[in-house]
């Protein structure tokens, strides 16, 4: 049995391997038939649950209580067993040494290498890539500084007061996320930083509206540099820019960063101005690298160097920590535990700040993108299920919109709630009356309402038996559901940068559990194709074979498209 779960990274052909069939994978089968008959209020019956089934590291200030799972020691066990079977250990010393685990890229895997605070190198491909990363975080705190203190000028000799990034994907939504995540702490230095995403003109256009040329620094933020979105952004900026100050003012108010110099400097931005990263850092784990630029930007280099630290702190302790004390091994296989037995179909992100609104926005990319696939590491078609659909929006708003249905709906929605014990903000009673529902909801999703409780409180609320039959049913809370709670002490640059590499390892471990290759993604390529293909087509240029729907959508499109309008850039 154990040859099969040999350590692959090539992606070789090993025919016939199928994980459900280990008896690492039955074990679980047959201890889920246990667990599915256990509730919630029988596990806590157990006083020292939260002692046996919680991290709490004082260090960088965490807790993670995940005693409200449907878990007991045992299940811990298998599921630990699992993992160490699956040799999640051995394959993060693979990525964080640099070996070439994207294999279907073969790319090595090194956005940790980012955020390394030691003085160890780093080898790739024998040579230490530190110097290199170092080099351009230098380049970034200096132009981040010039530009935060007035020394990077704009053409006609003017400050610059408002930076666009134009970026989608891996290149907008981590540090869009980390903006709004760390805008508390903006000073009289900050920039405004926009955000410019979708190729639908409305994105750019109002962004436009609402800076002036002499004032504003265009990022043009691209891995490939030939991104549809952005160059298409980028274009209609650089038309826009140059309608105004002329065509050298492009020197001063565009930078570039990437890895594809070649297109940066055919784009016109000068390689001076190009924030270089490489191959070995995925888009969606680029946050850490010159994609974090607007960050340096916004909080000051500093403070970005803080996030890097946090990302580090918990680099360490996903690469040290034993699976049982493992923050990100544990988050990782209670969703494996939901997702491949409880047969969960999504599962949901709360932050309880306002702050993170984009958080769960970030990690759908990170999460999705990364563990969305059916094909093994042999190459062969799974027959379990990977991935999770991950949604969620920030506490409370998400509580007067979607919670009804993870409370009392037919689907079983295992979530996450995060917390901050001292936001940076002090507002009134604000935070204490956001974190009585922080701790509110994971209790009532855990312990219901039984019937003979809501009975006994509608009977001493003098409602006639008539009513209380009719009520009774509706107001029963069945409970059960499963929840982790993230305590963080502070919402600061460190913390949050913890917080996301412990998704970034929680992610990359389920890529291990479920024999995926978390770091290509295909799947986005054959919509970007057939949209090349449709695009002239919309302006009569080409005629192609289309199924009937597709044609029909089309020709109305065509039919009723007003032509000769003024454009409003
Ligand atoms: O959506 C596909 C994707 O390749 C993402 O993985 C990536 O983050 C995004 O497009 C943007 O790519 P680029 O940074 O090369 O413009």
Not at 13 to 23: D, E, G, I, Y
Not at 182 to 210: M, W
Not at 314 to 323: G, R, T, W, Y
């Given at each position: 049995?154990?040859?099969?779960?040999?350590?692959?990274?090539?992606?070789?052909?090993?025919?016939?391997?199928?994980?459900?069939?280990?008896?690492?994978?039955?074990?679980?089968?047959?201890?889920?038939?246990?667990?599915?008959?256990?509730?919630?209020?029988?596990?806590?019956?157990?006083?020292?649950?939260?002692?046996?089934?919680?991290?709490?590291?004082?260090?960088?200030?965490?807790?993670?209580?995940?005693?409200?799972?449907?878990?007991?020691?045992?299940?811990?066990?298998?599921?630990?067993?699992?993992?160490?079977?699956?040799?999640?250990?051995?394959?993060?010393?693979?990525?964080?040494?640099?070996?070439?685990?994207?294999w279907t890229e073969k790319r090595a895997v090194l956005h940790t290498a980012l955020r390394n605070r030691s003085s160890k190198p780093v080898l790739f491909d024998g040579k230490d890539i530190m110097p290199s990363i170092n080099a351009v975080l230098e380049k970034m705190k200096k132009f981040s500084r010039d530009l935060r203190e007035g020394k990077w000028l704009g053409a006609t000799g003017k400050k610059i007061t408002d930076v666009?990034?134009?970026?989608?994907?891996?290149?907008?939504?981590?540090?869009?996320?980390?903006?709004?995540?760390?805008?508390?702490?903006?000073?009289?230095?900050?920039?405004?930083?926009?955000?410019?995403?979708?190729?639908?003109?409305?994105?750019?256009?109002?962004?436009?509206?609402?800076?002036?040329?002499?004032?504003?620094?265009?990022?043009?933020?691209?891995?490939?540099?030939?991104?549809?979105?952005?160059?298409?952004?980028?274009?209609?900026?650089?038309?826009?820019?140059?309608?105004?100050?002329?065509?050298?003012?492009?020197?001063?108010?565009?930078?570039?960063?990437?890895?594809?110099?070649?297109?940066?400097?055919?784009?016109?931005?000068?390689?001076?101005?190009?924030?270089?990263?490489?191959?070995?850092?995925?888009?969606?784990?680029?946050?850490?690298?010159?994609?974090?630029?607007?960050?340096?930007?916004?909080?000051?280099?500093?403070?970005?160097?803080?996030?890097?630290?946090?990302?580090?702190?918990?680099?360490?302790?996903?690469?040290?920590?034993?699976?049982?004390?493992?923050?990100?091994?544990?988050?990782?296989?209670?969703?494996?535990?939901?997702?491949?037995?409880?047969?969960?179909?999504?599962?949901?992100?709360?932050?309880?700040?306002?702050?993170?609104?984009?958080?769960?926005?970030?990690?759908?990319?990170?999460?999705?993108?990364?563990?969305?696939?059916?094909?093994?590491?042999?190459?062969?078609?799974?027959?379990?299920?990977?991935?999770?659909?991950?949604?969620?929006?920030?506490?409370?708003?998400?509580?007067?919109?979607?919670?009804?249905?993870?409370?009392?709906?037919?689907?079983?929605?295992?979530?996450?709630?995060?917390?901050?014990?001292?936001?940076?903000?002090?507002?009134?009673?604000?935070?204490?009356?956001?974190?009585?529902?922080?701790?509110?909801?994971?209790?009532?999703?855990?312990?219901?309402?039984?019937?003979?409780?809501?009975?006994?409180?509608?009977?001493?609320?003098?409602?006639?038996?008539?009513?209380?039959?009719?009520?009774?049913?509706?107001?029963?809370?069945?409970?059960?559901?499963?929840?982790?709670?993230?305590?963080?002490?502070?919402?600061?640059?460190?913390?949050?940068?913890?917080?996301?590499?412990?998704?970034?390892?929680?992610?990359?471990?389920?890529?291990?559990?479920?024999?995926?290759?978390?770091?290509?993604?295909?799947?986005?390529?054959?919509?970007?194709?057939?949209?090349?293909?449709?695009?002239?087509?919309?302006?009569?240029?080409?005629?192609?074979?289309?199924?009937?729907?597709?044609?029909?959508?089309?020709?109305?499109?065509?039919?009723?498209?007003?032509?000769?309008?003024?454009?409003?850039?």
């Open positions: 049995m154990n040859n099969v779960w040999q350590i692959k990274t090539k992606g070789e052909f090993m025919a016939k391997f199928n994980l459900t069939k280990t008896s690492q994978w039955q074990n679980l089968e047959k201890h889920f038939e246990v667990m599915k008959e256990v509730h919630l209020r029988d596990l806590f019956k157990n006083e020292n649950r939260f002692d046996e089934f919680s991290i709490c590291d004082n260090n960088i200030g965490i807790t993670f209580d995940y005693s409200k799972n449907i878990i007991n020691s045992e299940t811990l066990r298998f599921l630990l067993d699992f993992a160490k079977e699956a040799k999640v250990h051995q394959y993060s010393e693979k990525m964080f040494s640099g070996e070439k685990i994207n666009v990034n134009i970026g989608i994907g891996g290149s907008d939504l981590g540090p869009r996320m980390v903006c709004e995540a760390l805008k508390f702490y903006a000073d009289s230095s900050t920039p405004a930083v926009h955000f410019v995403s979708n190729i639908d003109g409305a994105d750019i256009l109002e962004v436009l509206k609402k800076i002036n040329p002499e004032n504003s620094l265009f990022i043009v933020a691209s891995k490939t540099f030939t991104t549809l979105e952005t160059i298409t952004n980028a274009l209609t900026a650089r038309k826009w820019l140059v309608a105004k100050l002329g065509e050298k003012a492009v020197a001063n108010h565009f930078v570039a960063l990437s890895t594809n110099a070649k297109k940066v400097v055919e784009f016109g931005i000068d390689e001076n101005n190009m924030f270089e990263f490489w191959d070995f850092v995925g888009g969606r784990y680029s946050l850490w690298s010159a994609i974090g630029l607007p960050i340096a930007c916004f909080i000051g280099f500093d403070k970005f160097e803080e996030l890097l630290e946090g990302a580090y702190y918990m680099d360490k302790h996903f690469l040290e920590a034993p699976f049982e004390k493992n923050i990100p091994v544990i988050a990782a296989v209670l969703g494996f535990w939901y997702n491949n037995f409880f047969k969960a179909e999504s599962y949901t992100i709360l932050p309880y700040s306002q702050y993170l609104h984009r958080f769960t926005a970030y990690l759908q990319q990170c999460d999705m993108e990364s563990n969305g696939k059916t094909i093994n590491f042999e190459n062969e078609k799974i027959n379990y299920s990977t991935g999770s659909i991950l949604w969620g929006e920030p506490g409370t708003n998400g509580q007067h919109s979607f919670y009804q249905l993870i409370h009392q709906g037919s689907k079983f929605i295992p979530c996450d709630f995060i917390g901050f014990v001292n936001p940076p903000e002090n507002v009134g009673d604000h935070h204490e009356k956001l974190m009585a529902n922080f701790f509110a909801q994971p209790e009532a999703l855990a312990f219901g309402l039984t019937k003979d409780e809501v009975y006994d409180e509608l009977t001493k609320s003098g409602l006639s038996f008539a009513d209380i039959e009719l009520l009774t049913p509706h107001k029963v809370f069945e409970g059960n559901k499963p929840t982790n709670s993230i305590l963080i002490d502070n919402l600061t640059p460190k913390t949050l940068g913890a917080l996301i590499a412990l998704y970034e390892h929680k992610i990359f471990t389920q890529g291990i559990l479920w024999r995926v290759n978390s770091f290509d993604q295909w799947g986005v390529q054959l919509g970007k194709v057939l949209a090349n293909v449709i695009l002239p087509e919309l302006s009569k240029k080409a005629q192609n074979p289309h199924d009937c729907s597709t044609k029909n959508l089309i020709k109305i499109f065509i039919d009723k498209k007003k032509t000769n309008l003024q454009e409003n850039i």
